[in-house]
């Protein structure tokens, strides 16, 4: 149980365009989810939290108009890079919780490579 | 004060050894301590986690001890295999539920247990 998928796994866009991510909660409705990035050999940077049919907050520092985010339901949430750059390139990863638990599940992430 | 300080930043063991891996925290409005492992390319695991109200936790060869008045925790693997070699992180959160309940990240530690 508590399986959370992310597709693409990998993707590679050119400068300037915009590519979404999927994060999914395959047996489980998530109330929460959230979306990190992580650089290598670096720990998990949290972007931001969405609730289902809220709007997501971001952390300070993440541009919201750039990584806009979307929960639209229970088991779906995406991540929008919008005019991609090189230095977006990164590993994006996304965690889904329930109501009333701590416990996050994590995706296995997202390689997105800009050039 | 949302820190989490996570330590050693790498650490070599015998195969059979036991690992360990520490961390410290300061608000003391934090009541969920897990460990996450993470393999390369992979995104994070939840591997055990602890609440403030008891000591220690163990699942198979991990255990958890926690020191609420040293506001300290850590992670014991015990007899370590070559397959658990990898990157830990510990975290820590408060509450649960939308935005309050970021987990905050230690900065990770590198295992490799040598055969």
């Known amino acids: 149980g508590a399986v959370v998928s992310q597709h693409p796994s990998r993707v590679i866009c050119k400068s300037g365009t915009s590519v979404k991510i999927e994060c999914r909660s395959l047996?489980?409705?998530?109330?929460?989810m959230f979306w990190y990035r992580q650089f290598p050999k670096q720990s998990l940077m949290l972007m931001a939290t969405?609730?289902?049919?809220?709007?997501?907050?971001?952390e300070q520092g993440v541009e919201k108009d750039k990584f806009l985010i979307n929960h639209a339901s229970l088991t779906l949430s995406t991540l929008t890079v919008t005019s991609a750059h090189p230095e977006d390139s990164s590993f994006y990863i996304c965690?889904?919780?329930?109501?009333?638990?701590?416990?996050?599940?994590f995706g296995p992430g997202t390689r997105l490579t800009v050039t | 004060q949302q820190q989490v300080k996570q330590s050693p930043q790498s650490l070599i063991v015998q195969k059979g050894g036991i690992s360990i891996i520490n961390c410290a925290y300061e608000?003391?409005?934090?009541?969920?301590f897990p460990w996450y492992q993470q393999f390369p390319g992979k995104g994070p695991a939840l591997l055990i986690a602890?609440?403030?109200?008891?000591s220690e936790k163990k699942e198979g060869r991990f255990t958890i001890s926690f020191n609420k008045s040293a506001k300290q925790f850590s992670l014991h693997i015990m007899d370590s295999q070559p397959g658990d070699s990898a990157t830990y992180f510990c975290?820590?959160?408060?509450?649960?539920?939308?935005?309050?309940?970021?987990?905050?990240f230690g900065t990770g530690t590198l295992l490799a247990v040598q055969p």
């Open positions: 969405s609730n289902e049919g809220s709007k997501a907050t971001y």
């Open positions: 965690s889904a919780q329930t109501s009333g638990n701590y416990e996050q599940y």
């Open positions: 975290a820590a959160s408060k509450g649960y539920g939308g935005a309050t309940n970021k987990l905050i």
């Open positions: 608000n003391t409005a934090f009541d969920y």
């Open positions: 047996d489980f409705q998530a109330t929460t």
């Open positions: 602890i609440r403030p109200d008891v």
